[in-house]
């Protein structure tokens, strides 16, 4: 390779790595895999060695890539955070450990080896042992201040009482989303007419990276520590610090394993790689260490990783098969989505028949034909994925995959709606899989929970004439349903008495049952202890809807759009005739299960779990009587984030017992 040449390869690279890390670590969007990026930046490393005069001065090779974001208070970390040296092959690892051998002038090396978590690494600071501050890797140097939002996760110590606690110390560690967790997740956002989310590791990065911790909390991230930074306590090993961590009560992945032999090392690399698929958590290698730390500190650092440990990364589970066809799905919002049907082909574990093709972008970039034989990929990701063609196998005169112009369902005109790349179906009055989606999400568990109505449920109804839309599910007869197949009269007896019991439904449920573009659950609860009633939510202006909390300008808009339209107004209008919830209830509820009968409360605060309103109600319904001041009439005082300190004073002057959030919600049995 000339000097010219190399100087226009070096550029090239330069600019795709740096773009891929703009995706990977600012927009939590990578176009690629972890693999494939690893490739270019090997490549852009070794060109720049062969030749040093080339390197630019901020190369991507020497710095860890993630920029901080907006929005989050930026912390410089007391020890930067690094990265590891990568690679993917065994005999790297020989070289790794005759390197530190030579370095260490031949003294004995014990190896600590831990699986590669495949999440987002966090830095935690402790000051007397309360956790003070969180921050994310970020540029390595400064991150962002998630405290907020880490202080959700369950399984991260608030405060360590132990004995001899430094006064200061740091814990890194990776967060992670379990991948059930990410799955039901992606259940939920499917079954509500939303894309799925591409993998756990750039879910939890978007989750820590969230306004509402709230949501954060629902979303069940989970922590692994991998390193202590003490310097009140002499610590000889990695190992003695992993076991620090667990008498201090955080919980460790206990797959960690200490080697003294290549040998050893490899079997552990072999293990992990046959058995991450029963790991609750994703992993993309294994990490080793030198396990002394005085050991470590001789070796030290190069500008971007340790010379004590390298990261032996797993190529993506990847096979070869071929393309039978590409089937396309309408979704209750009229999206319409491509997916691969495969020879089956076994991967990772499962028999894998179709794949994940995104949307039209993607479809475009992979320029697939017919029967072309398509490599799949599962890596972080659990919706197994095209992610290449083998152009070599392609045979001549096979037919190129053109995306539909029109609905593969109904037949009308796709259209795309200002900067969504998708395509859609507008005709949503009347394409059949639109309608069967917005019924299906109108039953769901987390909607109108009617269990006695699954997916094939509906299809068939639907099929047979029976439903159009969800007020037809009420005006369903025992005579009609029985003459189906696979009812008999015990089923439809079910069936039925699963749709009478929905009529109880609270009414933010139904509000969300409605499938409002944009309205999820939580929006759903806002606006329905906002308005209180559909008649007010109907009549409200675009303006006065935007104005509930976390409820912005485009959920206003779709709300507006949804409740100008006659169709829907008729659907209300026929959903109230059959007697759902409209409104927020506030009938109390029978005498015997009135545990606040008789008691005085003032609420004070912000709170958590239930918004001021809806704990006003509940105490309400619970019997409890509510005042606005405190005094000696008063028998308790319910204090959320932020009471009132003279609200506080005086309850503690006048001896008036002080309830948290949580006790009182004990109280009611909530
Ligand atoms: S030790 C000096 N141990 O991998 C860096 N890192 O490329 C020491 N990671 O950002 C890191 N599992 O988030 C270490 N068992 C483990 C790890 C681990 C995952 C991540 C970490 C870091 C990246 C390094």
Redesign the pocket.
Same mark, same amino acid.
């Given at each position: 390779m000339t000097h010219q040449e190399a100087q226009a390869e070096i550029q090239r690279l330069t600019a795709l790595v740096r773009h891929h890390n703009v995706l990977y670590y600012q927009e939590s969007a990578p176009e690629i895999s972890d693999y494939a990026f690893d490739q270019l930046l090997e490549r852009l490393t070794q060109l720049e060695n062969q030749f040093p005069t080339l390197r630019l001065p901020d190369s991507p090779t020497q710095k *860890?890539g993630e920029q901080p974001t907006k929005n989050f208070v930026t912390v410089h970390h007391r020890h930067p955070?690094?990265?590891?040296?990568?690679t993917y092959s065994e005999a790297e690892i020989h070289n790794f450990f005759q390197k530190a051998q030579k370095l260490l002038q031949g003294e004995p090396m014990e190896l600590f080896c831990?699986?590669?978590?495949?999440? *987002?690494? &966090?830095s935690l600071s402790y000051k007397s042992g309360i956790l003070e501050r969180v921050v994310t890797?970020g540029d390595g140097k400064k991150g962002d201040d998630i405290t907020k939002n880490a202080q959700t996760i369950t399984t991260l110590p608030k405060r360590i009482r132990a004995k001899g606690i430094p006064q200061y110390f740091e814990v890194? $560690?990776?967060v992670l989303m379990p991948r059930a967790c990410f799955e039901a997740l992606n259940k939920e956002r499917l079954a509500q007419g939303e894309g799925p989310l591409a993998n756990p590791r750039n879910t939890a990065a978007g989750t820590l990276k969230m306004i509402d911790d709230k949501i954060v909390a629902q979303r069940l991230l989970t922590f692994?520590p991998?390193?202590l930074k003490v310097d009140e306590i002499a610590l000889r090993t990695q190992e003695a610090s992993i076991h620090l961590l667990e008498e201090w009560g955080f919980a460790t992945?206990p797959t960690?394993k200490k080697c003294s032999t290549i040998g050893e090392v490899i079997s552990y690399i072999n293990y992990w790689s046959a058995n991450r698929n029963n790991l609750p958590v994703d &992993?993309? $290698? &294994? *990490?080793i260490?030198i396990n002394s730390l005085a050991q470590q500190e001789k070796l030290g650092?190069t500008t971007k990783?340790?010379r004590w440990?390298i990261?032996y990364k797993y190529k993506p589970t990847r096979v070869a098969t071929i393309l039978e066809k590409v089937g396309y799905q309408v979704g209750r919002t009229g999206a319409v989505t491509p997916v691969a049907h495969l020879k089956p082909v076994l991967l990772a574990g499962t028999t894998v028949k179709r794949a994940s093709l995104y949307n039209n972008n993607e479809l475009k970039k992979l320029n697939l034909c017919l029967e072309d034989s398509v490599f799949v990929e599962k890596g972080g990701d659990i919706i197994p994925k095209v992610t290449g063609v083998d152009i070599a196998q392609r045979k001549v005169g096979s037919k190129p995959i053109i995306f539909p112009t029109h609905c593969p369902a109904c037949g009308t005109v796709l259209v795309q709606y200002g900067a969504d790349v998708g395509y859609y179906c507008p005709s949503e009055k009347t394409c059949p899989p639109q309608l069967k989606g917005r019924i299906k999400h109108f039953v769901h568990r987390k909607a109108m929970h009617i269990a006695s109505i699954g997916s094939k449920t509906v299809d068939l109804l639907f099929d047979k004439g029976l439903l159009r839309t969800p007020a037809d599910l009420y005006q369903l007869r025992y005579e009609e349903i029985c003459l189906l197949e696979g009812f008999k009269k015990t089923a439809t007896r079910n069936l039925l008495q699963g749709i009478t019991q929905s009529k109880k439904t609270p009414f933010e449920k139904v509000l969300f049952a409605l499938g409002i573009r944009h309205v999820g659950e939580t929006v759903a609860e806002k606006l329905a202890h906002h308005f209180q009633h559909i008649d007010a939510l109907i009549q409200a202006s675009e303006e006065d809807i935007s104005l509930v909390p976390e409820v912005g300008k485009k959920i206003a808009y779709s709300v507006k759009t949804y409740f100008l339209d006659a169709d829907n107004l008729k659907l209300v209008a026929a959903l109230k005739h059959a007697g759902l919830q409209f409104n927020v209830s506030t009938t109390p509820i029978t005498t015997e299960k009135q545990p606040l009968a008789g008691k005085t409360f003032v609420i004070s605060g912000n709170f958590q779990r239930l918004d001021r309103t809806l704990l006003k109600t509940h105490i309400k319904r619970h019997g409890g009587r509510l005042l606005t001041a405190v005094s000696k009439n008063v028998d308790y005082l319910v204090t959320g984030k932020k009471a009132g300190p003279a609200k506080l004073a005086t309850a503690q002057a006048l001896g008036i017992q002080v309830l948290s959030e949580e006790k009182i919600t004990n109280m009611m049995g909530l």
């Open positions: *860890v955070m690094l990265s590891l040296s990568n831990e699986l590669k978590f495949d999440g *987002v690494a &966090i890797r890194r $560690g990776e692994y991998y390193a992945s960690y &992993i993309d $290698g &294994i *990490v260490k650092y990783s340790p440990a990261a």
